[in-house]
């Protein structure tokens, strides 16, 4: 399967801990981003990466995310010190710079947080 | 207000209907538009492009009026694969970075 893969599938974690998500684009894709979604709501925009480098951060994130991709492939996405208000599915998605601004996003299956 | 504004139904239609739905967006700078397809519990598809035009794939019609900033899809004889979320997007300009951004969805329910 050469899709985006996002690990773990699910994460139940108590609230103060960390947790850590990471994110396998297609492997030609350039452009990597962040997306955060609860029930009944459309993907909010958390990040977004071009290579390596983190071009734009949504205000949605606090200090408590943060998100890299050291060698412009992989990426991993870590929240410190989890409150309720994180649980949330977490998307990952790439496309590919080269193919134009329309190219689509391509989504992760996510991964499914729970903060208990 | 929000950017992308979709009503979130759900649309309860019997199989073979029409049935259409409609997306409004707020920055008149947006640059592109699309329409994507989440089954529950599954990670957004994209499901068609939306150009001025107005574009058709097989059932679906997608049609984009910028002076209203209005966006719509349409489905012909719908059959109970269509029951998913449609998700309304639009791609805005912001400082050099193209952002996607989702409407809450609407959701399509077809019944035998």
């Known amino acids: 399967d050469t899709g985006v893969s996002q690990d773990p599938r699910h994460k139940i974690t108590k609230r103060g801990q960390n947790v850590t998500f990471r994110c396998d684009p297609i492997s030609e894709h350039n452009r990597l981003y962040w997306y955060r979604q609860t029930l009944g709501q459309g993907p909010e925009f958390l990040t977004y990466?071009?290579?390596?480098?983190?071009?734009?951060k949504s205000r949605l994130l606090s200090d408590r995310f943060s998100a890299e991709r050291p060698k412009g492939s992989f990426s991993t996405l870590e929240i410190q010190r989890t409150e309720q208000g994180d649980s949330a599915m977490y998307l990952c998605a790439s496309s590919n710079l080269g193919t134009g601004d329309n190219s689509p996003l391509h989504f992760g299956n996510g991964t499914r947080l729970t903060v208990t | 207000r929000k950017e992308v504004e979709q009503d979130p139904g759900p649309f309860n239609v019997p199989e073979g209907a029409t049935v259409a739905f409609n997306c409004t967006y707020s920055n008149s700078a947006s640059q592109s538009f699309f329409w994507y397809r989440q089954d529950c519990r599954k990670e957004p598809k994209l499901l068609m492009s939306?150009?001025?035009s107005g574009n058709e794939d097989g059932r679906f019609t997608a049609q984009l009026n910028r002076a209203s900033q209005y966006i719509s899809l349409l489905i012909r004889d719908s059959k109970l694969s269509d029951s998913a979320t449609y998700l309304c997007?639009?791609?805005?300009?912001?400082?050099?970075?193209?952002?996607?951004?989702f409407g809450t969805g609407t959701r399509l329910l077809v019944s035998p």
């Open positions: 939306v150009y001025s």
């Open positions: 990466f071009q290579n390596e480098a983190q071009l734009e």
């Open positions: 997007v639009v791609r805005e300009l912001n400082t050099g970075f193209q952002k996607l951004v």
